[in-house]
């Protein structure tokens, strides 16, 4: 399942780890930090030239399993991305509640 983010952009469901507010999270001088830290090394990515609103955390790709029993693990030097986004928070959790193909159709 994807989840569309604005503009062209859409992410996996399973690589989205939270979604969060802007002008929530940007209160607390931690999230600042982690947000300009993110940007220093290159791991944001603005989606629209438009207000943001919100920024979606999505865990790096995992490796396969190679045998079976075994976990799962980031690839060596993946980080994680930051995508900001110009859609609300309570947007982007309606539109996981439903599957891509049903909203872009226009079905309730």
């Not at 045998?67 to 980080?79: E, H, L, M, S, Y």
């Not at 996981?96 to 226009?106: E, H, I, M, N, V």
Request: aromatic share 6%; with cysteine; hydrophobic share 35%.
């Amino acid at each position: 399942m994807y989840l569309h983010i604005g503009q062209d952009s859409i992410v996996r469901t399973a690589d989205v780890v939270g979604l969060f507010d802007l002008d929530q999270t940007t209160v607390s001088k931690l999230s600042r930090d982690f947000l300009q830290c993110a940007e220093r090394e290159g791991r944001t990515t603005t989606v629209s030239a438009e207000l943001p609103k919100s920024f979606i955390l999505c865990a790096a790709p995992r490796k396969k399993p190679r045998r079976a029993g075994q976990n799962p693990a980031k690839p060596a030097g993946a980080p994680d991305k930051i995508y900001i986004s110009q859609i609300s928070v309570p947007t982007l959790k309606k539109r996981l509640a439903k599957p891509y193909s049903a909203w872009q159709s226009g079905e309730n």
